[in-house]
């Protein structure tokens, strides 16, 4: 059975860093994109990164761009996401999401079949 298990997930003061962790069991990041959602007290699930299977090209919302990093290793089928610069408003639960969602459907939920239970990123100011 294939699953996702994200760690790393942390309080952290304003103008931190964290690295947020995924572990794949039961099936192989190197035949899948990957990504990161986020969700916000109050709010709906958004996105945040994502690395397509593909050619590896990487994605990213605005308001991360540039302060987070998506990367992963096949060898240990592991995921991560590299955040700098935290600020306040990256206080959310992050979700590690798998699939093969077409281009147009990368920055989706609806394009990733598996997803894990979520990590707590709490940024105090």
């Known amino acids: 059975q294939a699953q996702l298990a994200e760690s790393g997930g942390a309080l952290v003061q304003a103008g931190g860093s964290l690295r947020l962790s995924c572990a794949a069991s039961?099936?192989?990041?190197?035949?899948?994109?990957m990504a990161w959602f986020r969700r916000a007290p109050g709010k709906e699930r958004e996105f945040v990164a994502a690395?397509?299977?593909?050619?590896?090209?990487?994605y990213y919302a605005e308001d991360v761009k540039g302060r987070f990093t998506i990367s992963r290793d096949t060898a240990k089928n592991m995921g991560y996401l590299q955040m700098d610069k935290l600020t306040p408003e990256d206080t959310a639960v992050y979700y590690c999401?798998?699939?093969?969602?077409?281009?147009?459907?990368?920055?989706?939920?609806?394009?990733?079949?598996?997803w894990g239970q979520g990590t707590q990123v709490t940024v105090s100011s």
């Open positions: 999401a798998a699939g093969v969602p077409i281009l147009s459907a990368i920055r989706t939920s609806n394009g990733y079949r598996y």
């Open positions: 039961g099936l192989a990041f190197s035949d899948y994109s």
């Open positions: 690395r397509r299977l593909s050619g590896g090209h990487t």
